[in-house]
C-alpha cells in the first residue's frame, strides 16, 4: 500500500451549486411533512346547507276595543214560602182471596131425581153398577179426588162432554175419565147403545163423594165420542 491517506471532502470543500441543491431538497421534505401532519390534524368543516328563504310575513296591529264593565250584581232576596204540603195517606187494598172454579160442582136441587148406580139403571145390563166399582177399586181416583179438592163432593163429569174439574188443565180428572171410558169401552155393544134419561150418580167407597153422567136423552157410547145411530 501507498503511504498515502484516503482523501476526506469536508463541507467546506464541496462546491457552492452542490450545497445550495442539498439544502433545497431537505427544506422540501421538511415542508412535506408540515403539510402532512397539517392536513390530518386540520378539522374538516362541513359546507353549509343554504338557508331556505321564507316568504315575508304581514304583520297588522288592530286595536281590540276594551270589554264593557260588568254591571253591578244586585242581591238575591230569597223568600221563604214554605206552604204545608198536604200528602193523602195511601190506601191499602186487600186482595180478594182467589175465586176458585167450582162450576162444576152440584147441589142438592140439581141431583134431585137422579138415578143412582146399582138401581137397575140400564135395563139387564147395568154399566153404571160396573163403572162405580171400576171407580172405587182404582186408587189413582182418590188421589185425583184429593188434589182437586172434591172429596165429599158431588162433581159433574160428563154432560154432553167432558166438564173441566176446576183448575185442571184438561177436561174432567183424567184418571176418572179413564177409568169410566176403559170400563165403557169393554161392554157389550149392546149395552153401549142403550138409551139413557137424566142424571146417573156414581159414588165412591165413602159414599160422599159421586160423579155425575149424563143429562137428557144420552147413551153410554156417547161418552167415548161414538154417536150411535
Same mark, same amino acid.
Given at each position: 500500500?501507498? $503511504?498515502? &491517506? ?6 467546506? @470543500?464541496?462546491?457552492?451549486?452542490? #450545497? &445550495?441543491?442539498?439544502? +433545497?431538497?431537505?427544506? *422540501? ?32 296591529l288592530v286595536k281590540s276595543p276594551r270589554p264593557k264593565p260588568l254591571p ?6 230569597? @223568600? ?17 182471596? +182467589? ?23 140400564? $135395563? ?25 179438592? #172434591?172429596?165429599?163432593? *158431588?162433581?159433574?163429569? /160428563?154432560?154432553?162432554? /167432558? ?6 188443565? $184438561?177436561?174432567?180428572l183424567a184418571a176418572v175419565r179413564e177409568a169410566i171410558m176403559w170400563e ?17 150418580? +156414581? ?6 163423594? &159421586?160423579?155425575?153422567?149424563?143429562? $137428557?136423552? /144420552?147413551? /153410554? ?9
Open positions: 500500500m501507498s $503511504g498515502r &491517506r484516503p482523501r476526506h471532502f469536508a463541507e467546506s @470543500e464541496l462546491s457552492p451549486n452542490r #450545497r &445550495r441543491n442539498r439544502w +433545497l431538497a431537505g427544506a *422540501a421534505t421538511a415542508a412535506v411533512h408540515v403539510l402532512a401532519i397539517g392536513a390530518l390534524l386540520w378539522p374538516h368543516a362541513r359546507p353549509a346547507r343554504p338557508k331556505p328563504s321564507l316568504p315575508p310575513i304581514e304583520v297588522s253591578p250584581l244586585e242581591p238575591m232576596k230569597f @223568600e221563604a214560602q214554605l206552604a204545608p204540603s198536604r200528602i193523602p195517606p195511601p190506601v191499602f187494598k186487600l186482595a180478594s182471596p +182467589l175465586t176458585r172454579d167450582t162450576s162444576d160442582l152440584l147441589s142438592q136441587s140439581q141431583l134431585a131425581g137422579a138415578a143412582i148406580a146399582g138401581e137397575g139403571g140400564g $135395563g139387564g145390563c147395568d154399566i153404571a153398577r160396573a163403572v162405580q166399582q171400576a171407580l172405587r177399586h182404582d186408587p189413582m181416583v182418590r188421589t185425583a179426588v184429593e188434589q182437586a179438592n #172434591r172429596a165429599g163432593k *158431588a162433581i159433574m163429569v /160428563w154432560n154432553g162432554d /167432558w166438564v173441566r174439574t176446576g183448575d185442571q188443565d $184438561g177436561k174432567g165403557v169401552a169393554f161392554a157389550p155393544q149392546s149395552c153401549r147403545n142403550t138409551r139413557m134419561h137424566g142424571l146417573v150418580l +156414581l159414588s165412591l167407597a165413602d159414599g160422599a163423594t &159421586r160423579f155425575a153422567v149424563g143429562g $137428557g136423552e /144420552w147413551r /153410554w157410547s156417547d161418552l167415548l165420542g161414538v154417536r150411535a145411530r
